[in-house]
């Protein structure tokens, strides 16, 4: 069975970054995309970034409109593993980011197969 874990997360003033990172154990099989969503305090979860997986480098990417060209989503085939690098970081990315895979590229949460526990990102001013 596919487990997520997700790991970096922490706390960092505003306008400074962080990376978190998702690990995949077990083959995705038929896992084609990769996603970040985020729930903060008394929020419904919310879409992040989607990237599909490929067994080359690269991939169609997928932000939403709260952190374009803050945020960048990438991927390391070989350590089965997708990244979040959050530039920029406001305050309101205070949340616990949650990563999933999936077998579409999709915003929508019920769309993903595998999620993980979640990691704890807190921005501060």
């Known amino acids: 069975q596919v487990r997520l874990i997700e790991s970096g997360g922490g706390s960092a003033q505003a306008g400074n970054s962080l990376r978190i990172s998702c690990t995949a154990s077990?083959?995705?099989?038929?896992?084609?995309?990769m996603s970040w969503f985020r729930q903060a305090p008394g929020k419904e979860r919310e879409f992040v970034a989607a990237i599909t997986w490929s067994a080359w480098s690269g991939g169609n990417t997928v932000y939403a409109d709260s952190v374009k060209g803050r945020f960048t989503i990438s991927r390391d085939n070989a350590k089965n593993t997708v990244y979040l690098q959050m530039n920029s970081l406001k305050p309101e990315d205070t949340a616990v980011y949650y990563c999933?895979?999936?077998?579409?590229?999709?915003?929508?949460?019920?769309?993903?197969?595998?999620w993980g526990q979640g990691t704890q990102v807190t921005v501060s001013s």
């Open positions: 077990g083959r995705l099989r038929g896992m084609y995309t």
């Open positions: 999933a895979a999936g077998r579409i590229l999709t915003m929508r949460g019920d769309d993903y197969d595998y």
